[in-house]
């Protein structure tokens, strides 16, 4: 087996529809939508009031479900870094937990030292920040004693290695709604160049307030125009009505694994990861373009020696807006040629809504699972297909076929656009 070899070993994820692969894959497949309207600040003064929240969430019961699963030194660790932090922080500590329990990995001596934390995501404590600095200019000496270190993004990375007590790295990296992808790449890196055994790729849950949501409506990005009233109907890639993205929470963990190292601890193992490959529109705009994401889409394809024949499933990025779907698909398109008639393509966003900086490894988690259960979930809200649409975007209905390799894309404002591979695991 060669050494450069990288798979999948452990995954969570938390979204509005889910916190456990198994019930977020069932959900889609039976067409259940994240959308609906924010419960948790104040929408008066935006035009935009839906999206995707995860329910009320009982953190504590959560992380003591984990007793008698896991060491007790990690569990005691976890308590420790709860008194100090946010709800966000938290939220990524339990799905890395999770994905770590997951791996097996609690059960075998690794080196610390050869095991890391990538967290992808930026701007990850803006609504704390906002309410900290409303107690601040109310009665400064009430703010938040940890808030210095709570409103760096790091606090993620830190707090997921001190729980896990990984020591090789613990940092971030941002792209946008392109940084599931980047993490990826950053994380295979650390495995074929620095050596590493074991990356935790973590995606925080993005943090949504009325100023940032207001801010993305009057660029036109989000929907605000239509299906205020029928929430679950405003998420519609590849219809002719779409009118811009619903954002929702939701963050996922994937655990990379050297897959010799996995092989030899008999681990269980989900995937492979073929590769992933990122470049840059050399744009700060937010609109797609096709020369970039064609040449991304070609250089992982280079990079992994997979031909385009080969793949045989697009996760979209497919946000719903009117551009972006459709620069995506000629792209698709471009790369596949005669091959992208055959391809199955889905928009995962559709019912989850856009998670923004994590959308790339959730929707890599949610691609796994279907690829494992040979059936991919049905585009939905597509009541008039616009006429643009040449491709197979399973508009009418969950698609079963056996995939051995699927294409994720994930594109970002700014002009960064980003793919990864995946394949069956034949050993």
């Known amino acids: 087996m060669s050494s450069d070899r990288i798979v999948?070993?452990?995954?969570?994820?938390?979204?509005?529809?889910?916190?456990?692969?198994?019930?977020?894959?069932?959900n889609l497949l039976s067409g259940k939508s994240a959308i609906g309207y924010w419960r948790n600040f104040d929408t008066s003064n935006i035009y935009s009031k839906i999206g995707g929240q995860i329910p009320e969430y009982d953190i504590e019961g959560k992380l003591h479900a984990f007793s008698n699963r896991i060491p007790d030194?990690?569990?005691?660790?976890?308590?420790?870094?709860?008194?100090?932090?946010?709800?966000?922080?938290?939220?990524?500590?339990?799905?890395a937990m999770e994905a770590w329990l997951d791996a097996g990995l609690f059960e075998h001596i690794i080196d610390p030292f050869d095991c890391g934390i990538i967290c992808g995501g930026h701007n990850l404590s803006d609504k704390?920040?906002?309410?900290?600095?409303?107690?601040?200019?109310?009665?400064?000496?009430?703010?938040?004693a940890f808030s210095g270190l709570n409103s760096l993004d790091t606090d993620h990375s830190s707090?997921?290695?001190?729980?896990?007590?990984?020591?090789?790295?613990?940092?971030?990296?941002?792209?946008?709604?392109?940084?599931?992808?980047?993490?990826?790449?950053?994380?295979?890196?650390?495995?074929k160049v620095?050596?590493?055994?074991?990356?935790?790729?973590?995606?925080p849950m993005a943090s949504f307030h009325p100023m940032m949501l207001h801010s993305l409506t009057i660029l036109e990005a989000i929907c605000y125009s239509q299906y205020?009233?029928?929430?679950?109907?405003?998420?519609?890639?590849?219809?002719i009505n779409r009118s811009g993205f619903l954002p929702s929470e939701g963050g996922a963990v994937l655990i990379l694994e050297q897959a010799e190292h996995a092989k030899n601890r008999g681990a269980k193992i989900y995937?492979?990861?073929?590769?992933?490959?990122?470049?840059?529109?050399?744009?700060?705009?937010?609109?797609?373009?096709?020369?970039?994401?064609?040449?991304?889409?070609?250089?992982?394809?280079?990079?992994?020696?997979?031909?385009p024949e080969q793949v045989d499933y697009v996760s979209a990025h497919a946000t719903s807006t009117k551009l972006g779907d459709i620069v995506e698909l000629k792209s698709i398109k471009r790369v596949f040629g005669s091959h992208a008639e055959k391809l199955i393509i889905n928009a995962p966003k559709s019912l989850l809504g856009h998670t923004m900086w994590a959308s790339g490894v959730v929707e890599a988690a949610i691609a796994i699972w279907q690829m494992r259960q040979g059936e991919f979930h049905q585009s939905h809200n597509i009541e008039t297909l616009d006429p643009a649409v040449?491709?197979?975007?399973?508009?009418?209905?969950?698609?079963?076929?056996?995939?051995?390799?699927?294409?994720?894309?994930?594109?970002?404002?700014?002009?960064?656009?980003?793919?990864?591979?995946?394949?069956?695991?034949?050993?």
């Open 8 to 26: 999948i070993t452990g995954v969570a994820i938390n979204t509005p529809i889910g916190d456990t692969l198994d019930l977020v894959g069932n």
């Open 73 to 95: 030194i990690v569990l005691s660790r976890a308590e420790k870094v709860f008194k100090q932090t946010t709800k966000g922080v938290q939220l990524s500590v339990l799905m």
């Open 128 to 144: 704390y920040l906002l309410d900290q600095q409303k107690i601040f200019s109310d009665e400064p000496e009430f703010i938040d």
């Open 159 to 191: 707090s997921v290695a001190q729980v896990l007590n990984t020591k090789g790295f613990a940092y971030l990296v941002g792209g946008t709604c392109a940084t599931g992808n980047i993490a990826i790449q950053t994380a295979i890196n650390a495995i």
């Open 194 to 203: 620095d050596k590493k055994q074991v990356v935790a790729v973590v995606c």
């Open 228 to 239: 205020q009233d029928t929430p679950t109907k405003a998420s519609r890639p590849y219809d």
């Open 271 to 307: 995937a492979e990861l073929l590769g992933a490959s990122v470049n840059s529109d050399a744009n700060h705009l937010g609109d797609p373009s096709h020369e970039g994401q064609v040449r991304v889409i070609q250089d992982v394809l280079k990079k992994c020696n997979i031909s």
């Open 390 to 427: 040449e491709l197979n975007v399973c508009a009418s209905g969950n698609v079963k076929k056996e995939v051995n390799i699927f294409l994720n894309n994930s594109f970002g404002m700014g002009g960064i656009n980003s793919a990864s591979l995946f394949s069956r695991y034949h050993g």
